[in-house]
């Protein structure tokens, strides 16, 4: 696990020093050693950076940037099935000096080329630089879980793990893009491969870019889709049948992501996800796994005692956390400079403290991520499966003549009803499912923080929030199904623009590889063909994930709510946070920005602090971009 960065300077201005900035900009994310390359050719300087967390091979013939014949790469991640893709090279000749995967990647590449990505197994962005046909190779791994972002602007191309690189380059020019904002402002993150700057990107997962020096041209190709999994038949095998493929795949995946040169760890929450892993890694094994539980009392926030069983059950060394909420504050000033963007998911700042207490003891952690994504096991599957099936039932003309008499009597004009917390954004919601119903729209409903006349008053300007994957019509109508629609989008949109950019973030500031087994893509391949009702049954969500577990641990050590790892958002913005709520909201410092309506925002302010605690997430949302906009435009 590393941290990457570099240039095609066509104008000639850049020079190591500018490397060595950008490069060193990564250092939380690469503490062990670094590597700067400047190379030059009639059209451009080409710079490769690299700063190392050592994971497989620690000696120095692992360093990057690293060469092959007329190639060299920068890379960060990694391959778990080097070893096997090593044998079939040597049987092809290759000859190799280190036991690292980057050499690995190298020669894979120049065996097979592009096609080498369909060979990996893995977590990955890198670079690869050819000096014989004067290309840039640039890729990211199928599911997002490494990120990497380019610039291309007035004859520079820039590219890096982090945004914070970009800024050490002389040439850079932060300009807020403000479809950006806006698509902030609804989903709590910069979706897909829009970036809060102009003329900044995110490459997408499972895609390449290959840039021609010579040229000036680049191009960006899809090698794998998710849609792939799901746009074939279902799988036509008994239920015991299913459940015993899918704990092979599951425990190959898992093992997987056990290969290291450092100690290794599992983050143990409690709960389906993360039990199934522990217990699937631990049963083989004679020696004790490491995992990892926090808890903070303080906050309502308090897996510890649940995975706490499950660990002695399982037999593992378990190290339990305890935290305090002002622990868990004191990280929230820092989130807007690791985070780069603006980012709202309130859960970045415990995942924050596990990972920074996990390091202590282990260079990489397992975490649990994606097993809502694949085997089905968010609320709002169970929100569609039961209420959108209740809403399509209702006959058009009923529903629309609802919806119509809804929009003439606004929420707060409802006695007793609009007393209630939350009572406008759901009345708001349930106008808009009646209107349309189908899983296309619940799903925005859901999804979306704003309604349009609200997101209209929101911004001086007219902004609209841009195209996203959550409109996405990839799911053939042969093989679609409500719950294969929500889940294909959620691997595609929240997955990857949420959780995963919360992960690494969070992990990376401590210098802690964070490796994610179930999105390996033998798993998703697998999952997307099960039967719906193997993954939903019956009001069961994560049906067959669970029943695997209680082949380990009792079901009644099992049985109780998902807690998830949320903080509490309403009371610390009405206490602990208020002076930053007015201080970063106030109407004047909005004014001087140019890009919110000072009084809508001023309106919403007053509403929450009024008693409206159903604007939390707006006010959180607001607050997170404004401490954003201090750290780096100021």
Known sequence: MCGISGFLDFNKNS??????????????????????????????????????????DLSEVGQQPMRFQHYSVVFNGEIYNYAEIKQRLLIEGHQFISESDTEVILHAYA??????????????????????????????????????????????????????????????????????????MQFGNVPGSYCIFKHCHKLAPGHFLQFSIKDKYSKITQYWNVYD??????????????????ESVLSKAFNYRMIADVPVGVFLSGGYDSACLTALLQKNRSEKLKTFTIGVPDIGLNEAPYAKKIANHLGTQHTEFTCTQKEVLDLLPELPYYYDEPFGDSSAIPTSLVCKLARKQVTVALSADAGDEVFAGYNRYDYLMKHGKLLNQIPKPFRLAAAKAMTMVPANKLPFFNKQYNFANRYNKLGSLLQDPS????????????????????????????????????????????????????????????????????????????????????????????????????????????EIVHQYIPKSMMDRPKMGFAIPIETWLMTDLKEQVEHYLNQQLIQSQGIFNSQKTNQLTTQFFGGKKELAIKIWYLLMFQMWYEKWMK
């Open 15 to 56: 020079s190591v020093y500018v490397l060595q900035q950008m490069t060193d900009s990564l250092i939380h994310r690469g503490p062990d050693a670094a590597g700067y390359k400047l190379l030059e050719s009639s059209e451009a300087q080409i710079g490769l950076g690299h700063r190392r967390l050592s994971i497989i």
């Open 111 to 184: 065996q097979w080329g592009n096609d080498c990505l369909n060979h990996f197994t893995g977590m990955f962005a890198f670079v690869i630089y050819n000096e014989q046909s004067q290309q840039l190779f640039c890729a990211r791994d199928r599911a997002g879980v490494k990120p990497f972002y380019y610039y291309w602007h007035e004859n520079l191309f820039l590219f890096a793990s982090e945004l914070k690189a970009f800024h050490k380059h002389p040439a850079f020019k932060k300009e807020i893009e403000l479809k950006a904002v806006s698509a902030f």
């Open 229 to 246: 999994a799901y746009n074939v038949e279902k799988q036509d095998l008994s239920f015991e049948e299913a459940k015993t493929n899918t």
């Open 439 to 546: 899983p296309e729209n619940m799903m925005l409903s859901l999804t979306q923080q704003f309604n349009d006349k609200e997101f209209e008053e929101l911004f001086i300007q007219n902004t609209q929030s841009p195209p996203t994957a959550y409109t996405s019509k990839e799911l053939k109508h042969k093989f679609y199904s409500p719950l294969s629609f929500m889940m294909a989008i959620d691997y595609q949109t929240y997955l990857p623009d949420d959780i995963l950019q919360k992960v690494d973030r969070a992990s990376m500031r401590f210098s802690l590889e964070a490796r994610e087994p179930y999105l390996d893509q033998a798993v998703i391949e697998w999952a997307a063909k099960l039967p719906d009702a193997y993954k939903y049954f019956k009001g069961n969500k994560k049906y067959i994930l669970k």
